[in-house]
């Protein structure tokens, strides 16, 4: 297997976190999206979404959506369990990484993407140029990591973690999307101290450096 990173790229940061926890070693390669090498021909046949991460394997088969390749490695790797373990659990982990990602990190997104100087003309990821950024949306990325940051204060008032009552890919998409948020210096608010409290919790495991 190898999979194409990007050490400053908060998406394969997930991957990372994910392959740390589970205690996985794969090969990778540096795709340097800040000096556009996810454009090149050569990356191109690796995955033509012009994305990272992406992680490739040993039968050639391209995974190019960080979800996707944690589901591929938590069948591979069971142990230790990210994602759920009957049915119940597992919708109830999808449920709150959706959450994460849907609510969250694509509002982060929005509010450093259209607001970053990077990221002028490139306001849409995979994307060469012509994209203008557009502060509305970065406002309103800000207004939607508000939300966020309030819907899951409430859940982690009754749970340790977002998804229950241990660590699991939610904890990685959420921990990951707050700390993205600070480029648009959005902030943990003062009044969400179960966010805080866990944030704090998920920055002290050793995958959190990954
Ligand atoms: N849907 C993809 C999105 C991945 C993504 O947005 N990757 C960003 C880095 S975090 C990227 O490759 N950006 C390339 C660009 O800015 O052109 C996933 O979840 O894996």
Not at 80 to 104: F, H, Q, S, T, Y
Not at 198 to 209: L, T
Request: charged fraction near 25%; include cysteine; proline fraction near 6%.
């Amino acid at each position: 297997m190898k999979l194409y990173d990007f050490s400053l790229a908060p998406g394969p940061r997930r991957v990372r976190m994910f392959i740390a926890e589970k205690g996985i070693e794969i090969p990778s390669v540096q795709i340097n999206t800040r000096e556009r090498q996810q454009f090149t021909d050569e990356y191109r046949a690796v995955n033509p979404n012009c994305m990272v991460p992406t992680l490739v394997l040993d039968d050639g088969t391209s995974l190019g959506e960080t979800v996707a390749i944690c589901r591929y490695l938590e069948e591979t790797h069971p142990e230790p369990n990210l994602m759920g373990r009957d049915a119940r659990e597992k919708a109830i982990v999808e449920m709150w990484n959706r959450r994460a990602e849907l609510e969250g990190y694509l509002a982060a997104v929005d509010a450093v993407r259209n607001s970053a100087p990077m990221f002028e003309g490139r306001g849409v990821a995979g994307v060469t140029g012509g994209v203008p950024q557009i502060p509305a949306l970065a406002e309103r990325g800000r207004q939607s990591m508000g939300r966020f940051f309030g819907k899951i204060d409430r859940q982690l008032a009754d749970s340790s973690h977002l998804a229950g009552d241990r660590f699991s890919i939610a904890d990685i998409t959420g921990y990951i999307t707050i700390d993205f948020a600070r480029r648009a210096e959005i902030k943990i608010p003062e009044d969400c101290a179960n966010v805080a409290r866990w944030f704090a919790e998920v920055a002290e495991r050793p995958s959190a450096a990954a």
